[in-house]
């Protein structure tokens, strides 16, 4: 199973003839039309400041003449594990372009970290998205490489790149090497949940607990499973985003450095032909290849929040029903954790997300564009065949539907999700009392209370855990399974929650109640021993109450007082959409009809006020 059957980086990054748009040389593009001679170019006052920023810099005068600028968004940080090793990377980034005949130009963005970033890294994801957007509109860029990796980093900055619309190319840092505890190869998120059950329930010491610690994480790089950082890495390559198998690539492996020298050189490609632009390339059919790939892969759930944003920022109103539609007819062929048995470096090793895309070809939109100018079949072409094992045949899958469910009813009137591919099969139909915990605090205190009343029957509901209730929509929608039923062997039951979940997550779990407590939603008025209905096969969640009865509570329904009163968190919560529209501020979706706005207001030449 460590046979590497991954494409060859001699032939995988080699961009075809039959491009779309011709591969220009620097002598034969019109560098007057580079978007960076707009501030460079003119031999004016404001030509003469915006050149001297660079010329302080310790750049040349022949640095910036006639050579396309590209950018490169970096969210390293030392408070974000899984991009710290993105000052490398970075260095391979600009290594590329300059091979090309191009200027880099790194500068820092926010970076989101899902572990220590408080109360949730989704409360910032805007934020980092407006960062981005703004960085890469407001100065003098003819391409930008974005560089993220962390869960919110990559939909943050592919959201910016969307909306500021200039040609934009992304590069992922890959997941780190898996963790080894007493011989066993570990997933950081999936099988530290288990073991945190076994804890809780006896049957592992603290001193065990300690150890596993001390190996949990051992090297840069993202979750090594495919939790939501896998997830959208693997989405940003179906949606055409970055260079053709890179996706899967080992944060610490030698082709993840070549991966960004030829991410370099071809941003510089990008730049010199115009193009592709995002909004060229996130088309519907594109977004068809990228929800295929994530019910294929048994992905993440936060995907489903991640793709409804970004589609809005170019104006495609994609909905949930389009989720459970492609589920149902996409088979899940990745046998990786927490959906199945292996971890992302031997996804790597049995051909990568290409692969992947190849065995699912049938299914894909394969003519959309990518960011090589061709198309998606293209880059997939020479992938290997699937081995059997990691990576399945159509005919022959993991599962006979994608990985994802959609679910409505009287409980979720605009929707929610479910993992059904890591959930239990005997509780994808259920009907049981429940057990309401009105926000994380009142969990905290009383999910482990031995008097709890509670049975394997029970549904555990937890509310106003939303984008507006949490706020930010954390991931604490798996909530832990009570003491007194893991005592007696009991690892799953039913759980509701208007909050998402981590990736690594696993667990019969309906997630994202749309509309969530905290805006007025169902999930507000459910009381302990309610019955609830589940029934994923006919996508139903219901309150089975009488429907005066609900109507009566919710009129009576007293809305939560808002936790903040100013700042990014007053915005936050003042323009927030819900889970069902991707959370998204509602400012910054693209306004129908209008083009986006690709160049800054104010003077790039001229005499005076131009800087």
């Known amino acids: 199973m460590e046979f590497e059957r991954s494409v060859d980086l001699s032939t995988a990054f080699v961009f075809s003839p039959t491009s779309r748009r011709k591969e220009l040389s620097m002598e034969e593009s019109s560098l ?44 390293w940080s030392e408070l974000v594990n899984c991009n710290i090793h993105f000052k490398l990377l970075a260095d391979a980034v600009k290594r590329g372009v300059l091979m090309a005949g191009g ?38 860029l003819d391409a930008v490489v974005l560089l993220g990796g962390c869960d919110k980093t990559v939909p943050a900055q592919l959201m910016g790149a969307a909306s500021a619309d200039i040609p934009a190319i992304m590069l992922t840092g890959g997941p780190q090497e898996p963790a080894v505890f007493r011989g066993k190869q570990l997933g950081v998120g999936t099988d530290t949940w288990k073991y945190a059950d076994e804890l809780r329930a006896g049957r592992m010491t603290q001193a065990d607990f300690d150890e596993l610690e001390a190996s ?30 890179t996706a899967a690539i080992p944060a610490v492996h030698a082709r993840r450095a070549q991966a960004a020298e030829a991410t370099g050189r071809r941003a510089v490609e990008m730049a010199l032909t115009g193009g592709p632009k995002p909004s060229e390339i996130l088309t519907p059919d594109a977004f068809d290849n990228a929800i295929t790939l994530l019910m294929a892969v048994g ?74 100018g061709d198309t998606l079949e293209a880059g997939f072409a020479n992938s290997p065949e699937p ?31 479910i993992k059904r591919s890591a959930a239990s099969p005997e509780l994808l139909t259920h009907r049981g009392p429940a057990v309401v915990f009105d926000d994380i605090f009142d969990l905290g205190r009383r999910v482990d209370d031995p008097n709890l009343d509670i049975t394997e029957d029970s549904v555990l509901v937890l509310r106003n855990c939303g984008p507006v209730g949490a706020p930010g929509m954390p991931e604490w929608g798996m909530l832990p399974i009570p003491e007194k039923l893991l005592k007696r062997g009991i690892r799953d039951v039913v759980r509701i929650s208007d909050a998402r979940m981590s990736g690594t ?81 509602d400012f910054l979706q693209a306004v129908p009809g209008e083009e986006p706005q690709r160049m800054p207001y104010g003077l790039l030449s001229g005499w005076q006020g131009g800087w």
Not at 219 to 240: K, V
Not at 332 to 344: A, C, F, H, M, T
Not at 508 to 527: K, N
Request: hydrophobic share 40%.
């Open 216 to 245: 949990a994480k051992p090297t840069a790089g993202h979750c090594s499973e495919m939790g939501t950082a896998s997830t959208m890495t693997s989405i940003t390559e179906a949606l055409g985003m970055c260079l053709p198998s």
């Open 505 to 585: 997550a696993f667990g019969t779990t309906i997630l994202h109640i749309s509309p969530e407590a905290a805006a007025g939603g169902p999930l507000a008025v459910v009381q302990d021993g309610d019955t609830i209905v589940l029934d994923v096969s006919t996508q139903r969640l219901d309150l089975d109450i009488p429907s005066e009865e609900l109507e009566r509570r919710l009129a009576e329904l007293e809305l939560p007082e808002r936790k903040y009163t100013r700042g990014y968190g007053r915005l936050f919560l003042d323009h927030v959409t819900q889970a069902d529209e991707g959370c998204d501020f």
């Open 32 to 75: 007057a039309d580079l978007r960076s001679a707009r501030w460079f170019a003119a031999h004016d006052l404001t030509g003469f400041v915006h050149r001297t920023a660079i010329q302080a810099e310790g750049f040349s005068s022949f640095a910036i003449k006639d050579r396309p600028v590209i950018g490169i968004a970096n969210s």
């Open 387 to 417: 081995d059997g094992d990691v990576i399945s045949k159509l005919e022959t899958p993991f599962d006979a539907s994608g990985g994802i469910a959609v679910v409505r009813g009287s409980l979720a009137p605009k929707g929610a999700v």
């Open 103 to 140: 200027l880099p130009l790194e500068f820092p963005t926010i970076s989101l970290g899902e572990s220590l970033m408080k109360p949730s890294a989704m409360q910032f994801r805007n934020l980092m998205a407006m960062d981005v957007e703004e960085s890469i509109r407001s100065y003098p």
């Open 299 to 372: 992905g993440s759930t936060n995907a489903v929040i991640h793709l409804l944003a970004l589609a809005r920022r170019v104006g495609y109103e994609l909905d949930l029903d389009r989720f459970h539609q492609i589920s149902e007819r996409t088979p899940r062929i990745v046998n990786v954790r927490p959906s199945g048995e292996y971890l992302v470096q031997q996804l790597f090793n049995a051909g990568g997300i290409g692969a992947v895309l190849k065995e699912l070809s049938p299914l894909l939109k394969g003519n959309a564009i990518t960011v090589t």
